[in-house]
């Protein structure tokens, strides 16, 4: 799963919007020279003609390997060069007979239409990387999650599941206000994107809870982390409306997967040991009781 923020795969878009308007600029340009009788131009005969339009120039450049990962973006690369060669072709035929041939004309247009089908492929391709983001926090969201425990769903031991509540959230909203709140979940956000490893994975699960994925880690090593996770959020200053700042704690459940590799048993578990972490005080780390080790909780460091 792809770790891009929602702004970034926007502007992309944005970029690619602009590519793509001056390739009608550049196909009512070749039209032009069709049924005027214009000479074509030099950068539209040479055998790299694809290099040299804007759109051409924009996915050579390294503002579009910014998604280079999209499936899309390759077929539209040679879509796009297979398109020039053959204008190139149709170019040079008609000047030399003086009329427009309809087989290289047809050939022409068909990859012009190849090119349009893949540019708006590529676009839903990046507009799907934002349909599994918060749009609040920049998170992915609980589809992501889904989608992720879905691809993981037989996967082996070594992951351990966390789930992070932020403690008296409601307080929040009703002293300070739902803009503040909102700003309190960013800032949460925030900090727990600062403090997990790359390779964790960390998803809104919903309200004030988030749902973290660390990989290749044991419970000891996990309970570590979100001790840490729970120390920073504790020690962070949230400033709201402006001026006034603000502090707030989150408890923690946490548990490993089982021998299958059951996401979704851990996730049942981890929610048992947060609510045990609420009961017990908040601003703490609950380990999940498992077929190997009884439960723990962590009481907050002094």
Not at 39 to 62: E, I
Not at 65 to 81: D, F, K, S, T
Not at 210 to 216: G, K, R, T
Request: proline share 4%; aromatic share 6%.
């Amino acid at each position: 799963m792809i770790k891009i923020a929602v702004d970034e795969v926007l502007r992309w878009l944005a970029s690619l919007d602009v590519a793509s308007q001056t390739h009608v600029e550049w196909l009512k340009h070749v039209h032009h020279m069709l049924l005027f009788h214009r000479a074509p131009d030099a950068k539209s005969m040479v055998d790299d003609s694809h290099c040299h339009c804007v759109f051409g120039r924009w996915y050579l450049s390294p503002t579009s390997r910014e998604l280079g990962h999209l499936p899309g973006l390759i077929e539209m690369e040679v879509a796009h060069r297979e398109m020039h060669a053959s204008a190139s072709v149709l170019l040079a035929a008609t000047l030399e007979t003086g009329a427009v041939p309809e087989p290289e004309y047809d050939a022409f247009m068909n990859r012009v239409i190849r090119l349009s089908a893949l540019i708006r492929l590529v676009q839903s391709e990046a507009w799907a990387l934002i349909s599994t983001k918060d749009p609040l926090t920049g998170l992915f969201n609980r589809r992501a999650m889904d989608s992720f425990i879905a691809e993981r769903r037989d996967a082996p031991a070594g992951s351990v599941v966390a789930i992070c509540d932020i403690d008296h959230f409601k307080r929040v909203n009703d002293t300070y206000g739902h803009v503040a709140g909102d700003e309190v979940l960013r800032q949460v956000a925030g900090c727990l994107r600062e403090q997990v490893r790359a390779q964790d994975m960390i998803f809104r699960y919903g309200g004030e809870e988030f749902l973290i994925v660390f990989s290749d880690v044991d419970l000891t090593l996990d309970a570590a982390l979100c001790e840490r996770l729970r120390g920073a959020l504790a020690e962070r200053e949230i400033t709201i409306h402006g001026s006034h700042t603000i502090r707030v704690t989150a408890s923690f459940g946490v548990a490993t997967l089982s021998d299958s590799g059951d996401f979704l048993s851990a996730i049942v578990r981890a929610d048992a040991a947060l609510y045990r972490a609420k009961d017990e005080g908040r601003n703490r780390v609950a380990i999940a009781e498992s077929p190997t080790a009884p439960s723990s909780t962590l009481p907050p460091s002094p």
